[in-house]
T-cell receptor
Framework: SQTIHQWPATLVQPVGSPLSLECTVE??????LYWYRQAAGRGLQLLFY??????ISSEVPQNLSASRPQDRQFILSSKKLLLSDSGFYLC??????????????FGPGTRLTVL | QKEVEQNSGPLSVPEGAIASLNCTYS??????FFWYRQYSGKSPELIMS??SNGDKEDGRFTAQLNKASQYVSLLIRDSQPSDSATYLC?????????????WGAGTKLIIKP
């Protein structure tokens, strides 16, 4: 069965510091991977998605970036965090972006607080 | 603009009653519809998928899809306090030659003992 991991689970960082969040998927190959952010009491905002190694699409221009160095690894980064970057960061995977019926499955999330 | 709309709630339902959650979507060509449950502080968990008009039942949960009216609903029978959560509706829509899940903001459901 497939499993998705995220770490760290919680993170408190000062404004202006760098960020690196990691997501890995087990039990599948060639997954489509997604990074979402959820602000407190709000819906899911898609940040980045990737259909393969080195292929990143950005949905929202901001001071975050993403990379996919391996098939089942997806990394979210920032060089300088802003207060507005606080939120719950979720990684998700699905089988194929081209299929119309693919369900997304989420990792446990990382709660980021920027002070 | 491709959108998914949900009433944010909170929707308060007595224990044992039927909870009814609704969702409307803008893209008439959408083919896949999902309901996720999210407990406070946790990640969303898929509870129902529906692809055809009509009802789909899974235990105490029933998803209903009406493509002509562009709405999808989730019924929870015999509601339990453990059903208290935010329920997210997601619809697969074609965006720039790829399918993308478009999310509603969620409905907060409270089951009162």
């Amino acid at each position: 069965s497939q499993t998705i991991h995220q770490w760290p689970a919680t993170l408190v960082q000062p404004v202006g510091s760098p960020l690196s969040l990691e997501c890995t998927v087990e039990g599948t190959s060639n997954p489509n991977l997604y990074w979402y952010r959820q602000a407190a009491g709000r819906g899911l905002q898609l940040l980045f998605y990737s259909v393969g190694i080195g292929q990143i699409s950005s949905e929202v221009p901001q001071n975050l970036s993403a990379s996919r160095p391996q098939d089942r690894q997806f990394i979210l980064s920032s060089k300088k965090l802003l207060l507005s970057d606080s939120g719950f960061y979720l990684c998700a995977w699905t089988g194929s972006r081209l299929a119309s019926n693919n369900e997304q499955f989420f990792g446990p999330g990382t709660r980021l607080t920027v002070l | 603009q491709k959108e998914v709309e949900q009433n944010s709630g909170p929707l308060s339902v007595p224990e044992g009653a039927i909870a009814s959650l609704n969702c409307t979507y803008s893209d008439r060509g959408s083919q896949s519809f999902f309901w996720y449950r999210q407990y406070s502080g946790k990640s969303p968990e898929l509870i129902m998928s529906i692809y055809s008009n009509g009802d789909k039942e899974d235990g105490r949960f029933t998803a209903q899809l009406n493509k002509a009216s562009q709405y999808v609903s989730l019924l929870i029978r015999d509601s339990q306090p453990s059903d208290s959560a935010t329920y997210l509706c997601a619809v697969n829509m074609m965006m720039d030659s790829n399918y993308q899940l478009i999310w509603g903001a969620g409905t907060k459901l409270i089951i009162k003992p």
